[in-house]
């Protein structure tokens, strides 16, 4: 079976760099890696994604092991406002899409 | 503002009825999907489709039910055969240019037994 293993729960510092680790057992070739973040009863909100090499955007960086079995989501200086579930996912060679249960970050003032 | 539209909120079930929770997207996505979420647990796929007219099971499909009659609509039926239907209902869109493309999720629907 697909599967996506993170870390249950991680703690940051505030102003602190945070690194969510993700594995990816079963990832092909040409499935992306996707990191989604969730609030309380909210539905899941993009964050960032990549294929190969490393990726930057606004919120965060993504970090893509060499034989992408493995990935990081790093966030540069943690906030209060980062506070939620985050959740690493790929593509399952069609329109599937294979999630982790979850790393809820909790960042301490 | 595009988006998808989740509907009702909160939804109520008695023993043996059927329910249906509503999902419309005006993103112009060809593709939608349809998750459910247990408390502290991830997300599971129930059902998606890929165009109007065509769907296909997720890994957890007994017991639901699905429509694609339109683009912009994908409602959701839970039938009395779901003995276990209390969860965090969660619908999504992709891009129609291909599955590299992030998903755009809707706020949910929580539904519970009476």
């Avoid at chain 2, 209390?86 to 869109?93: D, G, I």
């Amino acid at each position: 079976d697909a599967k996506t293993t993170q870390p249950n729960s991680m703690e940051s510092n505030e102003e602190e760099p945070v690194h969510l680790p993700c594995n990816h057992s079963t990832i092909s070739g040409t499935d992306y890696i996707h990191w989604y973040r969730q609030l309380p009863s909210q539905g899941p909100e993009y964050v960032i994604h990549g294929l190969t090499s490393n990726v930057n955007n606004r919120m965060a960086s993504l970090a893509i092991a060499e034989d992408r079995k493995s990935s990081t989501l790093i966030l540069h200086r943690a906030t209060l406002r980062d506070a939620a579930v985050y959740y690493c996912t790929h593509s399952s060679g069609t329109y599937k899409y294979i999630f982790g249960t979850g790393t809820r970050l909790k960042v301490l003032a | 503002d595009g988006g998808i539209t989740q509907s009702p909120k909160y939804l109520f079930r008695k023993e043996g009825q059927n329910v249906t929770l509503s999902c419309e997207q005006n993103l112009n996505h060809d593709a939608m999907y349809w998750y459910r979420q247990d408390p502290g647990q991830g997300l599971r796929l129930i059902y998606y489709s890929q165009i109007v007219n065509d769907f296909q099971k997720g890994d957890i499909a007994e017991g639901y039910s699905v429509s694609r009659e339109k683009k912009e609509s994908f409602p959701l039926t839970v039938t009395s055969a779901q003995k276990n239907p209390t969860a965090f209902y969660l619908c999504a869109s992709t891009a129609p240019t291909g599955f590299y493309q992030p998903q755009h999720f809707g706020d949910g629907t929580r539904l519970s037994i009476l």
